[in-house]
């Protein structure tokens, strides 16, 4: 489709900039925090006697936060590209299922 008479041409090609970048950053600081949070459980689990719960909690939020590790790599590798492509609802929906479980986790440590 022609641009109306008087206006620039549609460019075609977009320039990211420095998004991608940010955003492969923004999510290497959300993998550090998940790990920093699993860790802190795996600490409180083991300080208050591990009990069979925390014990449980604390496995749960390891697995939770393998899993968030997994995709975090997959979706940085992703932002790698020249373009980069959309993130799937189903990963988006993956990402927020681990950060919810994360959060459950570590709340049932502290209790």
């Known amino acids: ?22 955003t492969r950053l923004a999510w290497r600081r959300t ?3 998940c790990l920093v949070t ?13 009990s069979g719960p ?17 995709l975090a790599h997959v979706r940085i590798q992703r932002l790698g590209a020249a373009r980069p492509p959309a993130m799937p609802v189903r990963t988006a929906a993956a990402v927020a299922v681990c950060m919810v479980a994360l959060a459950v986790f570590g709340t049932a440590v502290v209790w």
Do not use: I, N, Y
């Open 1 to 22: 489709m022609a641009p109306p008479p008087g206006l620039p041409p549609v460019e075609t090609d977009r320039d990211p900039g420095l998004q991608p970048e940010r």
């Open 31 to 33: 993998t550090l925090t």
């Open 38 to 50: 699993a860790v802190l459980a795996m600490r409180q689990a083991l300080r208050s006697g591990s």
């Open 54 to 70: 925390a014990v449980a909690a604390v496995g749960l939020a390891a697995l939770a936060f393998l899993a968030f590790l997994l």
